[in-house]
């Protein structure tokens, strides 16, 4: 089945040209609207297709099409675990596992997420594509969200580093921050000779990172963090360059595969207003296991 969006035109609305009523009331892109509406479903009023330059009457039903008939990501469909804390028509929320990259890349052609999504929404009957909103480093766990259609995707990315997307990051730390809350705010940029390393550099891009100290598990603590701007391994960064690295990272700190495989970096907490009623969505998930076991 595909993903529609119906609008009853009410009197005050009767002469309103349809691509005037897509996008001030259905809030589609001019994007989007170029989009569908070349598609012979795209576009409905009452079932017959018009073009966006139609002025329908009242008590007309127009429909438009969100999803599309083909898959354009060219994601390859790869069975694979997901674990959906949430889904709808238009969105999915999962808990991402360590060890998974999101999008598929070099080396990573058929093992990511998207690759796993894709097998989902095929085996499962979704006229759905992989639309990345945000992205979360391979190591790092926790909750993220991918849309099922392209304008559910330009919703939410709007909302990116603006109030009505929130993240909370729980991390492990070498040593206990002092104090135990504040906020850093230090620019990053790529590290010279590196191909993945980033550093802070009075040239870099603005970055800032606010902490707060949760508990103190021996010589290490458990920390809440919020992005405020979305640089490359910011947290990351930012904590080493405080004197307190993530625990198991091997880039910017020591790399302890027997501690934990990869840097104690988790998503706990996401919320963000729904790309179609606009209500506010939030969901939590508690510390994976392979964090938990650093406060023995």
């Not at 009452?46 to 008939?69: I, K, M, N």
């Not at 808990?95 to 080396?107: D, E, F, R």
């Not at 998207?114 to 097998?119: H, Q």
């Not at 391994?233 to 004197?243: E, K, L, N, P, S």
Request: with cysteine; aromatic share 6%.
């Amino acid at each position: 089945m595909s993903r529609r969006l119906e609008l009853t035109v009410t009197p005050e609305l009767a002469g309103v040209k349809v691509d005037t009523l897509l996008k001030r009331h259905l809030r589609l892109s001019g994007t989007v609207v170029r989009r569908i509406k070349w598609l012979e479903d795209g576009i409905l009023l009452d079932g017959v297709r018009v073009h966006t330059d139609f002025r329908p009457e009242a008590g007309q039903v127009l429909s438009v099409r969100l999803s599309g008939p083909e898959r354009n990501s060219g994601v390859v469909p790869t069975p694979g675990p997901l674990d959906i804390v949430y889904e709808d028509e238009d969105l999915i929320v999962l808990n991402k596992a360590p060890g998974v990259s999101v999008h598929p890349g070099p080396g990573h052609f058929d093992d990511t997420l998207g690759n796993f999504l894709v097998d989902y929404y095929e085996k499962s009957g979704q006229e759905a594509d992989f639309h990345p909103v945000h992205r979360l480093d391979r190591g790092t766990s926790g909750l993220l969200v991918a849309a099922k259609h392209p304008h559910a995707q330009e919703v939410l990315k709007n909302q990116l580093h603006t109030e009505d997307f929130h993240r909370v990051y729980l991390a492990v730390c070498e040593g206990v921050p002092e104090p135990y809350s504040g906020v850093i705010d230090a620019p990053l940029g790529p590290k010279p000779g590196s191909l993945m390393e980033q550093m802070v550099r009075p040239d870099g891009k603005s970055a800032r990172t606010k902490y707060g100290v949760l508990r103190r598990w021996g010589d290490r603590a458990l920390v809440s963090l919020e992005l405020e701007t979305g640089r490359t391994h910011q947290i990351r960064v930012h904590m080493a360059y405080i004197g307190h690295p993530l625990t198991g990272d091997f880039l910017y700190g020591t790399e302890d595969r027997a501690l934990i495989p990869r840097p104690a970096l988790h998503s706990g907490y996401l919320s963000f207003r729904h790309p179609i009623t606009g209500e506010k969505q939030r969901f939590s998930v508690p510390l994976p296991e392979d964090m938990a076991r650093l406060k023995l």
